[in-house]
C-alpha cells in the first residue's frame, strides 16, 4: 500500500481537519480518472475535503494516469469493498463519500450533505440516481432506482453512499466480499435501525454497463442477484455468475 500527493484540505488554514474525505475505488480506470477528479475538484467546494483514489490493481495502473497532485492514492489487491476501506482507514475526513468513478457528483454536493446530516439521527445517505443515456429505457430504470431507494431506504453503491466515519468504523465497515458489499451495507445500517437519507439531487453515472451487456439484460441480471443475495446466496457464488456473463 502506498499514497501521494496533497489534499485539497492542506491548503485550508480554517480547520485541521478534512470534514469530507471522497473515496474512488478504480481498476483500469486510467482513461476516465482525470475527468472525474477535475469535475470534484471544480465544484469550489467551500467545505474542506480529500480525495483518496484506491486502486485495485497492485501495479498501480489507474493512479500512475493521475495528473492532479491534490489526491491522495493507494494500491491494495483488487475487490470494491477492500478498495473502499482500505480508503477509508487512512481518510482524515469525518464524513465518507464512497463515489464510483463513473459516476460525477451533482453541484453543490458536500453542502448538501452537510445539511442532511445536520440531524443527528441520520448516519448517512445517498442520492438520487441519472444514467447518462437519453434512452427512454435507462431513463425509466433511473427513476425506478430512485424510487425503490427512497422506499426502502437502501441505496446502491452507484448512487454515491455517503456515512458518518464513527458510524462506518462502528459497523464494521464494507464486508471483504465480491460483490453486494452496498448492499450488505445498507442492510445491516438497516437491521441496526439507524436512519438513511436519500438526496433529491442525481448523480450522474455512466451508461457504460448497460451499453456493454444490453440494458434490459443488465437490468434483469442485477435484480436478479440481488435477490438471490437477499434469499442467503453466498456473494462468491453470485460474483462466479456475474463476472461469467459480463
Known sequence: MSDSGLTACDATEQQSQCHFSIIVPVLN??????ALIEQIHNQG????????????DPQ?????????????????????????????????GDILI?????????????????????????????FDLKIDSDSLFLRYIS???????????????????FMRKKYFDQIGRFRDI??????????????DGRKIHILPDKVTTSARRWQRDGAL?????????????????????????YWRQS
Do not use: C
Open 45 to 56: 467546494f467551500e467545505f474542506p475535503y480529500e480525495v483518496i483514489v484506491v486502486d485495485g
Open 98 to 126: 464512497f463515489l464510483h468513478a463513473d459516476t460525477m457528483l451533482p453541484d453543490g454536493a458536500l453542502k448538501k450533505i452537510s445539511r442532511a446530516l445536520e440531524r443527528q439521527d441520520y448516519v448517512g445517505g445517498a
Open 217 to 241: 439484460y443488465t437490468t434483469v441480471r442485477n435484480q436478479v442477484l440481488v435477490a438471490l443475495f437477499r434469499l442467503g446466496v453466498s456473494p462468491g457464488r453470485l460474483a462466479k455468475y
Open 29 to 34: 480506470e486510467g482513461d476516465r480518472i482525470n
Open 60 to 92: 498501480g495502473g489507474t493512479v500512475k494516469a493521475i495528473g492532479s497532485e491534490a489526491v491522495v492514492t493507494i494500491t491494495t489487491e483488487k475487490g470494491r469493498g477492500r478498495q473502499m476501506n482500505a480508503g477509508a482507514a487512512v481518510a482524515s
Open 143 to 161: 427513476v425506478r432506482a430512485s424510487l425503490r431507494s427512497r422506499w426502502n431506504r437502501m441505496p446502491y453503491g452507484d448512487q454515491a453512499i
Open 178 to 191: 465480491p460483490l453486494m458489499e452496498d448492499v450488505e451495507l445498507m442492510r445491516r445500517v438497516k437491521k
